[in-house]
């Protein structure tokens, strides 16, 4: 009998993780992907603002420039379980464009995701000469944060896989938001593509995705 559930108790745990291998291979995708001749992002400037009550804070969404990417999804993270921050911008993607994208294939960026940050790892600077060195990867990649304009879209965001190939079109915005206990809470988004640590993510109010043809 001891020797029954102990082959019992195997069996369920390998079923537990071939479920999860599944479900994870299901979210994840193909981090290696890779596709060429996509262009940099565009954006002009842009006026006007939009606000809303979420939770318990009123919102203001400030329009810097309207926004439009297409890119291949590198990575993704949710963060839908976090308080405010995350029911305002749920999930997070990297994107990859230019030359990162093609190559991506050839170069194990090692992509990650984690704390609303995304980070890239390769075994040596050699590797990533092909596409302008660290200081091509910075401008040829980005963290976003991700505010659907509308549940429709925000249907769209939880869509999104790692080795898509996405167009995104929207606003890079500032976000500020207060209670009615004085809790603040504000996101700035950076506003070009050559910049790193600290302030560099871009924050999108997105208003449309779409999928394009690899």
Same mark, same amino acid.
């Given at each position: 009998?001891? *020797? &029954? +559930?102990?082959?019992?108790?195997? $069996? $369920? ?9 599944? *479900? ?7 981090s290696?992907? /890779? ?10 400037? /842009?006026?006007?603002?939009?606000? *809303?009550?979420? !939770? !318990? ?8 420039? %309207?926004?439009? @990417? ?7 993270q ?12 749920? #999930? ?13 294939? #050839?170069?194990? *960026? ?10 890239? #790892? ?5 590797? $990533? ?17 991700? @505010?659907? /304009? ?11 896989? =790692?080795?898509?190939? $996405? #167009? @995104? ?7 500020? /938001? +207060? ?12 506003? =070009?593509?050559?910049?790193d640590?600290?302030? %560099?993510?871009?924050v &999108?109010?997105?208003?449309?995705? !779409?999928?394009?043809?690899?």
């Amino acid at each position: 009998m001891e *020797f &029954i +559930n102990n082959k019992l108790i195997k $069996i $369920i745990v390998v079923l537990a993780a071939a479920v999860a291998g599944f *479900f994870a291979a299901a979210n994840s995708g193909n981090s290696n992907n /890779a596709v060429a001749g996509l262009p940099d992002p565009v954006q002009e400037e /842009a006026q006007g603002s939009t606000s *809303f009550s979420l !939770e !318990e804070y009123n919102v203001t969404v400030d329009y810097k420039y %309207s926004y439009d @990417i297409s890119a291949l999804v590198v990575s993704t993270q949710d963060y839908s379980s976090l308080d405010f921050s995350g029911k305002l911008a749920p #999930r997070d993607i990297a994107l990859a464009w230019g030359p990162v994208a093609e190559y991506n294939d #050839r170069i194990d *960026f090692n992509w990650s995701q984690s704390g609303r940050w995304y980070r890239w #790892r390769t075994d040596s600077y050699e590797v $990533i000469e092909p596409v302008g060195g660290v200081a091509g990867v910075t401008a040829h990649s980005s963290n976003n944060h991700l @505010i659907p /304009a509308n549940d429709d879209v925000r249907k769209l965001v939880k869509k999104i896989h =790692t080795g898509d190939c $996405i #167009r @995104i079109k929207g606003y890079l915005v500032n976000v500020a /938001a +207060n209670d009615d206990k004085g809790a603040n809470f504000w996101w700035n988004s950076s506003t =070009t593509r050559d910049d790193d640590g600290d302030g %560099s993510c871009e924050v &999108i109010y997105v208003t449309g995705i !779409e999928w394009l043809d690899k």
